[in-house]
């Protein structure tokens, strides 16, 4: 499946391959990043269905402190979707001891959340990609396609 670049900013990069929405968070991410987020996911939303979501941590810095404002967007933009995603894969790259704790933090976060979709937190995209091709429920053009890892790992880098 083609992965689609269609958005970048300094903050985020957004892509889509299929009804797998890919989001690059860098450092700094501002709340209003998240309108373009919102934007983006509605589209696939609409052309899809179910979608899944694969988000991947640019630096460790981005999440060691984020900010109460960035936390609600986030929060809101997951209650919204919260019916129309089929799986959600985080990836916090390694990168020494803080990344390790924001996964086991993310863990701990995603199991309190609830919510009616599997999640699950990774350190590498590739492991993450295979997945999110398996969960049951996952659209079957994506779940057949061949492995996009690498189209992927650079877009994340």
């Known amino acids: ?6 958005y ?6 957004v892509a889509n391959a299929g009804p797998l929405l890919i989001v690059v968070y860098g450092d700094n991410v501002p709340p209003e990043a998240f309108k373009e987020i919102d934007r983006q996911q509605g589209l696939m939303v609409a052309r899809y269905g179910k979608i899944s979501v694969l988000s991947v941590v640019g630096g460790s810095k981005s999440m060691s402190r984020v ?12 209650k919204k979707y919260r019916h129309d995603l089929v799986a959600s894969a985080t990836v916090v790259p390694p990168n020494g001891f803080t990344s390790t704790i924001i996964r086991t933090f993310m863990v ?3 199991l309190l959340a609830k919510n009616p979709y599997p999640t699950k937190v990774f350190s590498e995209v590739g492991l993450a990609l295979t997945w999110i091709k398996q969960v049951p429920g996952q659209d079957a053009g994506f779940a057949d396609a061949p492995e996009e890892v690498t189209e992927v790992q650079r877009f994340a880098a």
């Open 1 to 6: 499946m083609k992965l689609t670049s269609v």
């Open 8 to 13: 970048r900013n300094d903050h985020i990069r």
């Open 67 to 78: 900010r109460d404002d960035v936390k609600e967007a986030a929060l809101e933009l997951v």
């Open 108 to 110: 701990g976060f995603s």
